[in-house]
């Protein structure tokens, strides 16, 4: 157990627990086989296997994760690279996360950088940024904002399903191969090919000029725009 603090962290501990009330300095845990509990962090670097972290708050998060549980509450810019973990994470401003064989749960971000495989993943809104690579898996976005940038997903043998906030304007272009490719009613379409296994579709809903545009390459997979 580690009280308050203002000075940096460093832990190393196996086949044990952490817990800490707010680090008002940096911290750095190599973590295996056990729990970390930590009320508050400023910058938080290092490893987690076998285990389960739950953090309060955190301004960034750099970490090395597998065969492991993480939880975060509020964060600034999250970097991880992971295989065989969950992810269960609130509010962010920045997500890039590199992973194979998990599940991520994500409330709410203004950015979000995946490439994954083998994973799952349940957003409930993205205010500005979705760019995913994924193979074989879900993505469900629940919600883009709408003055969103960008939504942009390459993806294989993945469903995909991505919903606007209502009154959004926004352009799209999506390719498929062996894909479903679905769009708002109200859209308006530019342009529209079927051949053989192959479709294409590229419009607009609400404005011709949008800043907002969802691009989508896929192949194996069905994809739900509304």
């Known amino acids: ?3 308050a603090m203002n000075n940096k962290l460093l832990a190393e501990i196996k086949y044990g627990d952490l817990r800490t009330e707010t680090i008002n300095g940096d911290a750095d845990l190599n973590i295996g086989y056990g729990n970390t509990t930590m009320s508050g962090v400023q910058n938080l670097s290092g490893s987690i296997s076998y285990g389960e972290i739950t ?3 955190a ?3 750099q ?3 597998k065969y492991s549980e993480f939880k975060a509450d509020r964060a600034g810019v999250v970097r991880i690279t992971s295989k065989y973990d969950n992810f269960d994470i609130g509010t962010l401003s920045e997500l890039r996360l590199q992973t194979r064989y998990s599940s991520l749960k994500l409330k709410q971000a203004r950015a979000v950088y995946v490439t994954s495989q083998y994973t799952d993943i349940e957003t409930a809104n ?3 940024v979705l760019d995913v690579d994924m193979t074989y898996g879900d993505l469900k976005i629940a919600s883009v904002s709408k003055n969103f940038s960008s939504v942009n997903i390459i993806s294989k043998y993945t469903d995909v399903q991505v919903a606007t906030e209502r009154g ?3 352009r799209f272009n999506a390719e498929g191969s062996y894909t479903d490719l ?4 109200s859209a308006t379409i530019r342009h ?10 590229e419009g607009f809903v609400g404005d011709a000029n949008a800043k907002g545009m969802v691009k989508a390459r896929m192949s194996y997979g069905d994809f739900v725009l509304k």
């Open 192 to 201: 529209r090919d079927e051949s053989n296994s192959r479709e294409s579709v």
């Open 168 to 170: 959004s304007a926004f």
């Open 59 to 61: 301004k960034d998060i």
């Open 55 to 57: 953090i309060g708050s």
């Open 63 to 65: 970490l090395d994760t």
């Open 182 to 185: 679905s769009y708002p009613s």
């Open 1 to 3: 157990y580690v009280a």
């Open 126 to 128: 993205v205010s500005d």
